[in-house]
Every structure is written in structure tokens, then in C-alpha cells.
């Protein structure tokens, strides 16, 4: 299976990303991880990616793109894949599509994780105050002013996919509010249906 899981920043896509990934067998691909590893390597690919993430920039779309297409071609992901994070645009969503095609592949369906944005300021700062309390350091970003920031990206950048995957008719919306073991099971029904 080839999915994308879609939702604003603390939905929970990495959570139910992993939780699906074990239960189909399949990986979860981090856009985040996927750019740090072409680093890491010093693939051509990587050192351009580098090269914007030392400048402080954005890594333009067709990097983004070349990434992931490096990335699920590998044997790992050969029967699926998760995507976490990827598309964030519909021009890379675009990007996929056509990248997909000329490999004989599409997706098989997109996940859209709902969550009313009052909640997840509580689930953000919740986090934070977990990790601070197990001993770890939190996330830079789980702060309220960053989560507004990050909200305001993913309604202007990110939120446009709803309605494109809605009008191929992959679209498939789970209420993220439920218990991570009730919106795990919710993914894998719609999965199935």
C-alpha cells in the first residue's frame, strides 16, 4: 500500500504513521528523516539539500521531490509506503503523481487526520510538559507561538490537499481527537473499506 497521511502539526500523524507502518509491514517516510539521511549520505542530492538547510532556506520542492523518489525506490519500500510529512504543497503532491505514474505505481489512499485546532495547543503543550517530565529535552517548536505559526503554514501550504485528493476521491477524513488506539483502529477501517 502506498499512503499519505495528512493533518495540521500535533494531530498525531507520526504516532498512527509508525503504529501503521508496523501493522502493514511497511515504512513510515519521514520527509524530515528522508532529507537528513541524503545529508548524512553526501548523495548529489544531499549536498544540494545541504547546501539550502546551512543557508537556513526551504528546500525547494524539486529537491524535496528527488529525495523521496530516491527514497521509495528502495527495497525496503517495494510492496509500500507511508509518506509523514510529504506532500506539503499541492505542487509536490503534483510532483508525486507524476513521478508515481512514470514508475507504473499511484497512491492506494490518503489519510487526513481531523482535529479541532483549540485541542491541539493542549495536546502541544501536553507533550512538552511530558517530555520535560521523563527527563528529555522538548521539541523547539511545541511552544503556542510556534504551533500558531506552524497552523497558519499548514492552512495556507498544506490544508489546499484536502480538497485535491477529496476531488480524486482518495480522500479519507479520521477524527484525530479519539484515543490513539481507537484512531489506529479507525485508519486501518478506512484502509479496508
Same mark, same amino acid.
Given at each position: 500500500m502506498r499512503i499519505v497521511l495528512l493533518g495540521p502539526p500535533g494531530s498525531g500523524k507520526g504516532t498512527q504513521a509508525i503504529r501503521l507502518a508496523e501493522h502493514l509491514a511497511i515504512p513510515q517516510l519521514s520527509t524530515g528523516d528522508i532529507l537528513r539521511c541524503a545529508v548524512a549520505a553526501e548523495t548529489s542530492i544531499g549536498k544540494k539539500v545541504k547546501t539550502a538547510m546551512e543557508r537556513g532556506e526551504l528546500v525547494p520542492d524539486e529537491l /524535496? /521531490?528527488?529525495v523521496v523518489a530516491e527514497?521509495?525506490?528502495?527495497a525496503d519500500a517495494k510492496t509500500g509506503f507511508i509518506l509523514d510529512g510529504f506532500p506539503r504543497t499541492v505542487g509536490q503532491a503534483r510532483a508525486l503523481d507524476?513521478? +508515481?505514474r512514470t514508475r507504473g505505481l499511484d497512491l492506494d489512499c490518503v489519510l487526513e487526520l481531523k482535529v479541532d485546532e483549540e485541542v491541539l495547543l493542549g495536546r502541544i503543550l501536553n507533550r512538552a510538559k511530558e517530555a520535560v517530565g521523563n527527563g528529555q529535552s522538548a521539541r523547539t517548536d511545541d511552544? %503556542? %507561538?510556534?504551533l500558531k505559526v506552524r497552523l497558519k503554514e499548514y492552512r495556507r501550504q498544506t490544508e489546499p490537499l484536502i480538497d485535491y485528493y477529496c476531488a480524486r476521491g482518495m480522500l479519507k477524513s479520521i477524527d484525530g481527537l479519539q484515543p490513539i488506539a481507537s484512531v489506529a483502529t479507525s +485508519? +486501518? %477501517?478506512? +484502509?479496508d473499506a
Open positions: /524535496v /521531490v528527488a527514497r521509495i525506490l528502495q507524476d513521478m +508515481l511552544t %503556542e %507561538e510556534a +485508519l +486501518l %477501517e478506512a +484502509l
